[in-house]
């Protein structure tokens, strides 16, 4: 089992930057890929970014693609999602989710386990 806490979300400007941070427990943070997902009311939940177990890959939707930045601290067990030039549409509720898998997908079957999200707006 694993267990995640999303925070940093909150209100910005557009062109503004936003960190997001996911603390990890349960089983050995080092053993799981991650990724971030976002949703709003009535859409599907989309792929933002993932990254894999030891940090020296990562993969983005294109969409955020240049603007976000996922890195991980498997010393502190946290993800973290650098979010840059925000815009009105990076408005969402972000999710923290993890695998055991090597690497992070951009699918939400492949995660079994996800925090309970951190609200981001971002105003025009």
């Known amino acids: 089992q694993v267990q995640l806490v999303e925070s940093g979300g909150g209100l910005v400007q557009a062109g503004g930057s936003l960190r997001l941070s996911c603390a990890a427990s349960?089983?050995?943070?080092?053993?799981?890929?991650m990724g971030w997902f976002r949703q709003t009311p009535g859409k599907e939940r989309e792929f933002v970014a993932a990254i894999n177990r030891s940090g020296n890959s990562t993969y983005y939707a294109d969409s955020v693609k240049g603007r976000f930045t996922i890195s991980r601290d498997n010393a502190k067990n946290t993800v973290h999602l650098q979010m840059n030039s925000l815009k009105p549409e990076d408005t969402a509720r972000y999710y923290c989710a993890a695998t055991g898998l090597n690497v992070g997908l951009p699918y939400n079957y492949n995660y079994p386990y996800w925090g309970q999200g951190t609200p981001v707006t971002v105003s025009s």
């Open positions: 349960g089983r050995t943070f080092s053993n799981t890929a």
